[in-house]
C-alpha cells in the first residue's frame, strides 16, 4: 500500500452521466495530482495541487473539473465525456517543500473509467 | 481507420542477469529524474531518482546513469528477479517544479 486511496477502482459511464472519482492520501502531503493512462499514449500529468490550491491545468477540457476541499482529499468531476476519455485516472501526492527538488510522488492504484 | 494503442518496447531476460532499461528525454532543461515501476493493476512506484548535477546514483540493486550531453537515461538492475517484471517508466522535471514529463514506458519481461 502506498498511502493513497482511489475509489471507485472502476468505473463505467455514458456520456451523458456525471460521477466523480475520489482520491484520499494517508500521507501528511500537501502536493496532490491527477494523471491520465491511456492506451494511446504516455503517463499525461492533468492537474497540480499545492497546498490546495490549483497551480497546473495541463490543457485539460473542461469536462474534467478537480476538486480539492483539503489536503489530504483530491476529486475530479467528469461530465459529459467522450468515449476517448476511457483510461486509467491516477492519483498521486507528494510533499513538496518549496526549495529545489521535487518531492517524490506516491500514486494510488487508479480508477479504470469506460465511457460508453 | 483503426485506432492504435502505444506500443511498449519489450526487454525479456533470464532470471539472474542484468537488465538495462534506457530512456531518451527531451527538454534539455530538465533537472531532475525519476524511475518508476509499474505492476499490472498497479500504480507507479518510485525505483530511484537523479539530478542534473550527477551522473550515476546506486540503489539497493538498481543503478540509474544519465547523460545529458545526449539526453539519455537508464536504468540498470542486477541480479533481475521474476518480481522484477514490470513497466517502467522516465520521468523528468524542471525548474525544481513538481510538474513530471513521463515517458512511454518499457515492459520488462523476467524469464525464470
Known amino acids: 500500500e502506498t498511502g493513497v486511496t482511489q475509489t471507485p477502482r472502476h468505473l463505467v459511464m455514458g456520456m451523458t452521466n456525471k460521477k466523480s472519482l475520489k482520491c484520499e492520501q494517508h500521507l501528511g502531503h500537501n502536493a496532490m495530482y491527477w494523471y491520465k493512462q491511456s492506451a494511446k499514449k504516455p503517463l499525461e500529468l492533468m492537474f497540480v495541487?499545492?497546498?490546495?490550491?490549483?497551480?497546473e491545468n495541463n490543457s485539460v477540457p473542461s469536462r474534467f473539473s478537480p476538486e480539492c476541499p483539503n489536503s489530504s482529499h483530491l476529486f475530479l468531476h467528469l461530465h459529459t465525456l467522450q468515449p476517448e476519455d476511457s483510461a486509467l485516472y491516477l492519483c498521486?501526492?507528494?510533499?513538496?517543500?518549496?526549495?529545489?527538488?521535487?518531492?517524490?510522488?506516491?500514486f494510488g492504484p487508479g480508477t479504470r473509467l469506460t465511457v460508453l | 481507420g483503426e485506432s492504435v494503442g502505444l506500443h511498449l518496447p519489450t526487454l525479456s531476460v533470464q532470471e539472474g542477469d542484468n537488465s538495462i532499461i534506457n530512456c531518451a528525454y527531451s527538454n534539455s532543461a530538465s533537472d531532475y529524474f525519476i524511475w518508476y515501476k509499474q505492476e499490472s493493476g498497479k500504480g507507479p512506484q518510485f525505483i530511484i531518482d537523479i539530478r542534473s548535477n550527477m551522473d550515476k546514483r546506486q540503489g539497493q540493486r538498481v543503478t540509474v546513469l544519465l547523460n545529458k550531453t545526449v539526453k539519455h537515461l537508464s536504468l540498470q538492475i542486477a541480479a533481475t528477479q521474476p518480481g522484477d517484471s514490470a513497466v517502467y517508466f522516465c520521468a523528468e522535471a524542471y525548474n525544481a517544479g513538481n510538474m513530471l514529463t513521463f515517458g512511454g514506458g518499457t515492459r520488462l519481461m523476467v524469464k525464470p
Open positions: 498521486a501526492s507528494s510533499q513538496e517543500t518549496g526549495l529545489a527538488g521535487v518531492g517524490e510522488q506516491f
Open positions: 495541487y499545492n497546498f490546495k490550491e490549483q497551480t
